[in-house]
């Protein structure tokens, strides 16, 4: 598979995807970062379907980082609004998790990079500089629209602090010379301004070989369904898209997600209790998951089904569209589906259960679930 295509693959969207290319025929050093919010703890959306997209472009030649967010999360009322317990225990165990992540998809965890937001923001003139650049060329009502970022929902009434979340998060981008931001379909307002901006800006502008500014590249990557139930069913075909956005897993609902800790009985009992319907192919969160976790990770990835003859047998998928067409047949049963699915997910975290299950990160983990009841 060929760069483009790896930095491609099981993506929603490119942002610049001509410009992409163009950086890649001029043979352009391409500089990634994805940032995390510390709140909770990661769930396997961060630790396996972003370190996955993490290892392509690893693969691809890409020079990737992962921004631990210390101070967005402040803003934004993370572990209580307490600063230096997010960048303290939040931060650590965080890292930890987002490492066990790497491990299960098959990158090397030496090659990843960590960047704490306070220290990129310490004594650091031009980063301010930069924010107040960015700031001066995007109106007040784009930064109202752009709070959803947040998990706001725009028009809410919020202090004052979080209308500069957004422009941070874009001087974040340029402050780092990165030219292929990665983020969830739910940052994209971040990553347009980035991109509206980026010709404007007289402080910390991207520039490429010729010295001349360019736009960076957002990658926006799938946002994996929680397990819940649908707030409403059924859901019309209209509002299906909308609707997938905000029924994504969240670290702060335990039963819509599967976290990077937790264990093979919990797994198995999150997803036997999942919203699964028969037949039902255009909202479920089990296939959801069989398709941008099962179907890829790994070289030759399948799902296994184990069933008595009467029902079918025992049979191996080895591609999503296949299941699908099964699934939406009624050949495949949802209890059946469901017990694949969690024996298979408890294999692919199984690297993640040794790594955090050392003395000294388990006591991490401790200090962390402590943190989330009491806050």
Same mark, same amino acid.
């Given at each position: 598979?060929?760069?483009?295509?790896?930095?491609?693959?099981?993506? =929603?969207?490119?942002?610049?995807?001509?410009?992409?290319?163009?950086?890649?025929?001029?043979?352009?050093?391409?500089?990634?970062?994805?940032?995390?919010?510390?709140?909770?703890?990661?769930?396997?959306?961060?630790?396996?379907?972003?370190?996955? *997209?993490?290892?392509?472009?690893?693969?691809? +030649?890409?020079?990737?980082? &992962?921004?631990?967010?210390?101070?967005?999360?402040?803003?934004?009322?993370?572990?209580?609004?307490?600063?230096?317990?997010?960048? +303290?225990?939040?931060?650590?165990?965080?890292?930890?998790?987002?490492?066990?992540?790497?491990?299960?998809?098959?990158?090397?965890?030496?090659?990843?990079?960590? $960047?704490?937001?306070?220290?990129?923001?310490?004594?650091?003139?031009?980063?301010?500089? !930069?924010?107040?650049?960015?700031?001066?060329?995007?109106? $007040?009502?784009? &930064?109202?629209?752009?709070?959803?970022?947040?998990?706001?929902?725009?028009?809410?009434?919020?202090?004052?602090?979080?209308?500069?979340? @957004?422009?941070?998060?874009?001087?974040?981008?340029?402050?780092?010379?990165?030219?292929?931001?990665?983020?969830?379909?739910?940052?994209?307002?971040?990553?347009?301004?980035?991109?509206?901006?980026?010709?404007?800006?007289?402080?910390?502008?991207?520039?490429?070989?010729?010295?001349? *500014?360019?736009? @960076?590249?957002?990658?926006?990557?799938?946002?994996?369904?929680?397990?819940?139930?649908?707030? !409403?069913?059924?859901?019309?075909?209209?509002?299906?898209?909308?609707?997938? %956005?905000?029924?994504?897993?969240?670290?702060?609902?335990?039963?819509?997600?599967?976290?990077?800790?937790?264990?093979?009985?919990?797994?198995?009992?999150?997803?036997?209790?999942?919203?699964?319907?028969?037949?039902?192919?255009?909202?479920?969160? &089990?296939?959801?998951?069989?398709?941008?976790?099962?179907?890829?990770?790994?070289?030759?990835?399948?799902? =296994? &089904?184990?069933?008595?003859?009467?029902?079918?047998?025992?049979? !191996?998928?080895?591609?999503?569209?296949?299941?699908?067409?099964?699934? %939406?047949? +009624?050949?495949?049963?949802?209890?059946?589906?469901?017990?694949?699915?969690?024996?298979?997910?408890?294999?692919?975290?199984?690297?993640?259960?040794?790594?955090?299950?050392? @003395?000294?990160?388990?006591?991490?983990? =401790?200090?962390?679930?402590?943190?989330?009841?009491?806050?």
């Amino acid at each position: 598979m060929d760069r483009f295509e790896l930095i491609k693959r099981n993506t =929603e969207e490119i942002l610049g995807e001509e410009d992409l290319v163009q950086l890649l025929k001029n043979k352009e050093k391409l500089k990634h970062y994805i940032g995390f919010e510390i709140s909770n703890k990661p769930h396997i959306g961060h630790g396996l379907v972003c370190m996955a *997209k993490v290892k392509d472009l690893m693969d691809a +030649g890409v020079d990737c980082s &992962i921004f631990l967010a210390d101070w967005h999360s402040w803003i934004n009322d993370k572990l209580g609004g307490d600063l230096k317990v997010i960048k +303290g225990i939040g931060a650590a165990y965080f890292k930890e998790c987002i490492l066990a992540g790497f491990k299960c998809v098959g990158g090397d965890t030496k090659k990843l990079k960590f $960047l704490l937001g306070s220290d990129l923001y310490h004594n650091n003139d031009l980063y301010w500089s !930069t924010l107040i650049d960015i700031s001066k060329n995007t109106s $007040l009502a784009r &930064i109202l629209r752009s709070i959803t970022i947040m998990g706001r929902a725009e028009g809410d009434s919020v202090d004052f602090a979080k209308l500069i979340y @957004p422009p941070m998060q874009v001087a974040d981008i340029f402050i780092q010379g990165i030219n292929l931001p990665h983020a969830g379909m739910d940052q994209r307002k971040a990553q347009v301004i980035a991109r509206d901006v980026a010709l404007k800006l007289n402080f910390s502008p991207l520039l490429n070989k010729k010295k001349e *500014k360019i736009k @960076p590249i957002a990658i926006h990557g799938h946002l994996i369904l929680g397990l819940q139930k649908p707030t !409403t069913w059924p859901i019309s075909k209209e509002n299906l898209q909308e609707f997938r %956005a905000q029924m994504k897993m969240s670290k702060s609902i335990p039963s819509s997600a599967v976290y990077m800790d937790d264990s093979e009985e919990q797994i198995k009992d999150k997803i036997n209790k999942a919203f699964c319907l028969e037949k039902e192919i255009s909202y479920n969160p &089990i296939l959801d998951w069989c398709k941008y976790i099962i179907f890829a990770i790994g070289t030759s990835p399948k799902l =296994e &089904i184990k069933r008595l003859d009467k029902f079918g047998g025992n049979i !191996t998928y080895k591609d999503y569209a296949t299941l699908e067409k099964d699934f %939406a047949e +009624g050949k495949l049963h949802p209890s059946d589906l469901k017990n694949a699915v969690a024996q298979k997910l408890i294999k692919i975290l199984e690297p993640a259960r040794d790594h955090l299950n050392s @003395p000294k990160i388990k006591k991490l983990k =401790e200090e962390m679930d402590k943190l989330i009841i009491t806050r």
